[in-house]
Nanobody, 126 residues
Framework: QVQLVESGGGSVQAGGSLRLSCAAS????????VGWFRQAPGKEREGVAQ????????YVVDSAKGRFAISRDNTENMVYLQMNSLKPEDTAMYYC???????????????????WGQGTLVTVSS
């Protein structure tokens, strides 16, 4: 059974930083696309950053480029999202998701991801 557990969310002031973690277990495929998505109240789920776990290729949404970075530790089955220079508009529930058995090859939509975590809340105050 695949399980994704996010952690690291919290409340910060604008300009601050947070590091989100996603712990994955139960995956049987070696090549996966792992992504971070976010959803603010009343808005659609948005892809923030994705990484192909084999090649390490990363993709970041334009609104987060230069501020957010995604990385992985394959030995620990962990994926991280380092978020710097946070803005109030970054406030959302952040989810980790996996698209199994294939790399990312560009920023993929939420519908292409099969497994999802429960989310971790990020609140940025001005």
């Amino acid at each position: 059974q695949v399980q994704l557990v996010e952690s690291g969310g919290g409340s910060v002031q604008a300009g601050g930083s947070l590091r989100l973690s996603c712990a994955a277990s139960g995956l049987t495929s070696q090549s996966n696309c792992v992504g971070w998505f976010r959803q603010a109240p009343g808005k659609e789920r948005e892809g923030v950053a994705q990484i192909s776990n084999v090649t390490g290729a990363t993709y970041v949404v334009d609104s987060a480029k230069g501020r957010f970075a995604i990385s992985r530790d394959n030995t620990e089955n962990m994926v991280y999202l380092q978020m710097n220079s946070l803005k109030p508009e970054d406030t959302a529930m952040y989810y980790c998701a996996v698209r199994p058995s294939r790399g990312c090859y560009g920023l993929k939509s939420a519908g292409e991801f099969k497994y999802w975590g429960q989310g971790t809340l990020v609140t940025v105050s001005s």
